[in-house]
């Protein structure tokens, strides 16, 4: 009979992360009372989270380790500028005449057409490196980041098509339902910043890519991702189509990226190359170990600590620059900061903050 009633009081699942949810959406609202600076921190806090959600799919679920994941950020990042400013339409008059009044490309076809054109650069990078493994994938994955970097840098001529390192501006604000998330919203007496707006959004976007990643890796597939990230010869040798899982995988967490990337582009209504660096790749990589390689609310914390760590670590860094009388940077002295943090991090939890239930039980009685 205890163990009938302790069942019947045990709380919902389901109930505990609607309740969590319902406390992120609140969250903006009161940040916004400090100042806007607040929420925009929290908004890139969720976008590196939903970053972070799809890298775990190709490194946390699959085992392939991809230092290149930037690229397929830049790519919906660009794809979303270029149709969404007027660049295309000022350099090429046959696009000008064709689109008299200007190229405004909505936010929900914008959102499926990135993820599919990111999935397609996630299946051309996966299809070569079918037999690489470990530091080898790593090096070309890499590679494949700077290249798509480089290739952003310099599409500025003979056909001026990305404008180079001067990056793109008046990219559209993200317009749902008619409403521009750029204005403020008036309810009454009581305003929700634009800022706010875009936090929302991000907040359903990263809702359904957890949904989404869940249920991928409760599903067969997922399975049989973590068979080919613990061996991949003993799951070959058990049928599983190691190639067509692999780019599976690439594809899958590449479109979660060109997703990421339309919301950022909207948001900053500028980009440029320089926001698609390696450092961007190996911070949300960062983010996944630390959290907890393959578990889902480890990945979000780490997340959510790597993003708004820094902008916090602003008001540490500033006091202890002036106690050395300046000789220290304050950007520096705040990646130092960060550095010993994740070490001892590290040290301490060498799974992750947040690891798998499986992995803790099993080095436990190891």
Known sequence: MNVVSSNATRTPEWLKWLVLVIGAAILP???QQ????????????????????????????AGLLDLGYVAFFAVGAYLFALLASPHLTETFPAIAAAFPGGLHLTIWVALPLAAAVAALFG?????????LRGDYLAIVTLGFGEIIRVFLNNLDHPINLTNGPRGLGQI??????????????EIGDFEIAGVTLVYWLLLVLVVA???????????????AWMAIR?????????GINTRNLKLLAFAAGASFGGVS?????????????????????????????????????????GAVLLAALPEVLRYVAGPLQQLTGGRLDAAILRQLLIALAMIVVMLLRPRGLWPQPEHGRSAGRG
Do not use: C
Not at 123 to 131: E, F
Not at 230 to 238: L, N, Q
Not at 264 to 269: D, E, I, P, T
């Open 123 to 131: 299946i051309l990078l996966g299809a070569p490196t079918l037999r």
């Open 209 to 223: 890519a957890i949904i989404i990643s869940h249920r991928l890796a409760e599903s067969r597939i997922g399975r």
């Open 172 to 185: 559209d604000a993200i317009q749902i339902f008619g409403w521009k998330l750029s204005r403020r919203l």
């Open 34 to 61: 400090f100042g806007n600076a607040w929420v925009r921190i929290a908004d890139m806090a969720l976008l590196y989270v939903l970053l972070a959600i799809g890298l775990n799919i190709i490194v946390g679920y």
């Open 261 to 301: 990337g339309v919301v950022f582009a909207g948001f900053q209504g500028f980009i440029s190359p320089e926001s698609f660096s390696l450092m961007e790749s190996i911070m949300i990589v960062a983010m996944i170990v630390l959290g907890g390689l393959g578990h889902l609310p480890g990945v979000v914390l």
């Open 29 to 31: 609202l009161i940040l």
């Open 230 to 238: 613990e061996d991949e010869i003993a799951a070959k040798a058990m």
